[in-house]
């Protein structure tokens, strides 16, 4: 499984960004996918995440102002995850990476991307 994000950049408070994931290889033991970040000096937090039936899970931080969402996942194909980002604040610099997993209540067969760099200035 390999996974390549993007989308991040420099924006102003109260702007958007989206941020993708491409996931490709095989990926039918995949069922959960999320969006981490990790600030300076920080721990790397949940953002987002997804699982295969629709459900969604946010930090409590960013409820309301993100969204994150899928195509629908296709074996040995290249899915996406996105993530949706409004009315951004200062304190939501981080870079931000994606991770698929076989399922949300472990780490088995956990795969992370690279990490986007999110800078957001006031």
């Known amino acids: 499984v390999q996974l390549q994000a993007s989308g991040g950049g420099l924006v102003q408070a109260g702007g958007s960004l989206r941020l993708s994931c491409v996931i490709s290889?095989?990926?039918?033991?995949?069922?959960?996918m999320g969006w981490y970040r990790q600030a300076p000096g920080k721990e790397r937090e949940l953002v987002a995440r997804i699982i295969d039936n629709g459900t969604t899970d946010y930090a409590d931080s960013v409820k309301g102002r993100f969204t994150i969402s899928r195509d629908n996942f296709r074996n040995f194909a290249r899915n996406t995850v996105y993530l949706q980002m409004n009315n951004l604040k200062t304190e939501d610099t981080a870079v931000y990476f994606c991770?698929?997993?076989?399922?949300?209540?472990?780490?088995?067969?956990?795969?992370w991307g690279q990490g986007t760099q999110v800078t957001v200035s006031s």
């Open positions: 991770n698929v997993r076989r399922s949300c209540l472990s780490r088995l067969g956990e795969y």
């Open positions: 290889g095989t990926i039918y033991s995949i069922h959960c």
